[in-house]
């Protein structure tokens, strides 16, 4: 079991919190890059909000709204909503545009990440 949040919740973050949240925390973190006029972006919430449930412990999931915290956004490129981002260790090593039915996004991550333990 990795360092990552077992509260089994996708906790907001914001410009000024995402070093700590997101960079510095241990292990795979999945950054939901969404925003509250986005349709799919509320489509995938409760996708991820399931996944953060089952993968409490080994997966750290929050999410940022876009439009309120332009910088983060900025800085890693985001154009199109939703944008997840998988980081391990601090650096993106995946990302995915667009909303997924849970089977498919359960494979990205899974293949981006690795076995799991």
């Known amino acids: 079991m990795t360092t990552a949040?077992?509260?089994?919740e996708v906790l907001a973050i914001t410009d000024e919190t995402f070093r700590a949240e997101v960079l510095e925390r241990p292990g795979p973190v999945l950054v939901d890059f969404w925003a509250?006029?986005?349709p799919p972006c509320?489509?995938?919430a409760p996708v991820l909000a399931q996944l953060a449930a089952?993968?409490?412990?080994?997966?750290?999931?929050?999410?940022?709204?876009?439009?309120?915290n332009p910088l983060t956004g900025r800085e890693y490129q985001v154009m199109s909503l939703p944008t997840l981002i998988l980081f391990r260790d601090g650096r993106p090593v995946r990302t995915i545009v667009g909303a997924r039915p849970k089977a498919r996004l359960v494979a990205e991550l899974?293949?981006?990440?690795?076995?799991?333990?």
């Open 5 to 8: 949040d077992v509260s089994g």
């Open 110 to 117: 899974d293949d981006a990440m690795g076995p799991r333990q």
């Open 54 to 68: 089952e993968r409490a412990g080994e997966l750290t999931i929050r999410k940022i709204n876009n439009d309120e």
């Open 36 to 38: 509250q006029w986005c």
């Open 42 to 44: 509320h489509m995938i």
